[in-house]
Antibody, heavy 121, light 111 residues
Framework: EVQLVESGGGLVQPGGSLRLSCSASGFTFSSYAMHWVRQAPGKGLEYVSAISSNGGSTYYADSVKGRFTISRDNSKNTLYLQMSSLRAEDTAVYYC??????????????WGQGTTVTVSS | QSALTQPASVSGSPGQSITISCTGTSSDVGSYNLVSWYQQHPGKAPKLMIYEVSKRPSGVSNRFSGSKSGNTASLTISGLQAEDEADYYCCSYAGSSTFRVFGTGTKVTVL
């Protein structure tokens, strides 16, 4: 079964840091780009970051650029999101998501259950 | 990175068909046939329903169909069922700088 399991969420003070992890199983992790998508409470989906299958290319939304770093360890089938200088507006459920194709940006076909990040003093 | 525009809500009776629009620009929806649609039930993770504008992943009902004209993509749900009541989001590839952008989301209510 294809599965993504996020961890690392929690309560952090403004200006603090947190690292999210996503453990992948059931597919060849190293063949697919991966993404982070977040959803603030009661709000819509927001695209956060992407990383290519070999980790050589990354993308960040303007809202997190310079503060978040996406990375992956293909030997451990794990995706990461290092978040720093956290703000109240970063409070959200963070989803780890798999790209559906190894060759293009067709869509995102597997989503984790999400991990909640709360930024508050 | 402006969000794609969707109607806030759409409703229909069981058995009817409804269509959700997703309006972008010539930089995203209009430039790429890489629009996808996601269904999200309350408290659950989103689920891919349509990719590449009109293709259905294995296991998704053929009551769901997608299309695109110019800068607007659409999701049609035919034979509306109670289980279709959920939030729906479109998403488009938008080039190497903006990358991807989601729609504002549409709440579908089955009357």
């Amino acid at each position: 079964e294809v599965q993504l399991v996020e961890s690392g969420g929690g309560l952090v003070q403004p200006g603090g840091s947190l690292r999210l992890s996503c453990s992948a199983s059931g597919f060849t992790f190293s063949s697919y780009a991966m993404h982070w998508v977040r959803q603030a409470p009661g709000k819509g989906l927001e695209y956060v970051s992407a990383i290519s299958s070999n980790g050589g290319s990354t993308y960040y939304a303007d809202s997190v650029k310079g503060r978040f770093t996406i990375s992956r360890d293909n030997s451990k089938n794990t995706l990461y999101l290092q978040m720093s200088s956290l703000r109240a507006e970063d409070t959200a459920v963070y989803y780890c998501v798999k790209e559906s194709s190894s060759s293009s940006w067709y869509g995102m076909d597997v989503w984790g259950q999400g991990t909640t990040v709360t930024v508050s003093s | 990175q402006s969000a794609l525009t969707q109607p806030a809500s759409v409703s229909g009776s069981p058995g009817q068909s409804i269509t959700i629009s997703c309006t972008g620009t010539s930089s995203d929806v209009g430039s790429y046939n890489l629009v996808s649609w996601y269904q999200q039930h309350p408290g659950k993770a989103p689920k891919l329903m349509i990719y590449e504008v009109s293709k259905r992943p294995s296991g998704v009902s053929n009551r769901f169909s997608g299309s695109k004209s110019g800068n607007t993509a659409s999701l049609t749900i035919s034979g509306l069922q109670a289980e279709d009541e959920a939030d729906y989001y479109c998403c488009s590839y938008a080039g190497s700088s903006t990358f991807r952008v989601f729609g504002t989301g549409t709440k579908v209510t089955v009357l």
